[in-house]
C-alpha cells in the first residue's frame, strides 16, 4: 500500500495536546509522570509513520489517535470535575500522594491505557475503517512493541537506587506482579470479543464495564504507598 506523504495528521494534534499538558502539570505530579511516558511513545509512533514502517499507515494513525483520544478524554473529564473511567481514578486520586514513585504512576497510567483503552481503541478503528481487528494486527503489535521498548528504559531510568535488581526494596515485589507483556496479550483478546459482541450492545457494555473495573482494581494495586 503506498505510504503518505508528509503533511499535518491528527496525530500531530494529539502530540501538540500531550506537550500542552506536559508544559502545564508540574513535573511530580502523577499524571505528568505518565504523560512524559505516553507522550514519548506517540512521538515514536510519529516517527515510524513519517519514515514509512507501517505497512498501512492510515490505520496506525487511526488506531494510535482512538487510543490517545481515550487518555485525553479522561484528563478532560477530571478537568471539569467528573469522574474518569475505573481504569484511570486511582491515578488520578494518586497523583499527589507522597509515598507514590514516579516508576508507580508511569506503570499505573500504562496499565489503565493498555488494559482498558487500547481494546475499545481497537473497536473504534475496526469501526472507523471498516475492517475486522485481524487487518489492524500489524498495527497493534507494532505499538505494543514499542511500548514494551519504552518500559523497560522507564524502569531503569525511574527504579530508585543505584540497583535496579534492590531484591529488599518492596517496590521491586510490587511491581513484578505486573507484566506488559501479558497486559497487551489480554488486551487483543478483549478486543476480538468485544467486536464478536457488537451486535449484542447489551453484553459488550457488561463486559466493558467489568474490564473497567478490573483494570482500575489492577492500578490501585500497583499504586500501593510505598515507604521510603
Known sequence: MAQL???TTPLDAVVSRMRALDEALPERDGVAVFNRVYLAVTEAVDRCVDA???ADARAAITLDVRFAERYLTAVDEVARGHRPPACWRPLFQFRRHPG???LQF????????IGHD?????????????CEPADVEDEFDRVGDLLVSLEERIREELMPGPD???????????LGAWSLDRARDATWTAARALW?????PDVAEEFTERLDTAVGFAGRMLLTPLPD
Open 164 to 174: 535496579v535488581l534492590q531484591v529488599a526494596d518492596p517496590l521491586t515485589h510490587l
Open 100 to 102: 507514590v514513585r514516579p
Open 118 to 130: 487500547l481494546a475499545l481503541a481497537v473497536v473504534d478503528t475496526c469501526r472507523s475503517l471498516g
Open 106 to 113: 508511569a506503570l499505573a497510567g500504562i496499565n489503565a491505557h
Open 5 to 7: 506523504e508528509q503533511f
Open 52 to 54: 514509512g514502517r507501517f
Open 196 to 200: 464478536a459482541l457488537r451486535g449484542l
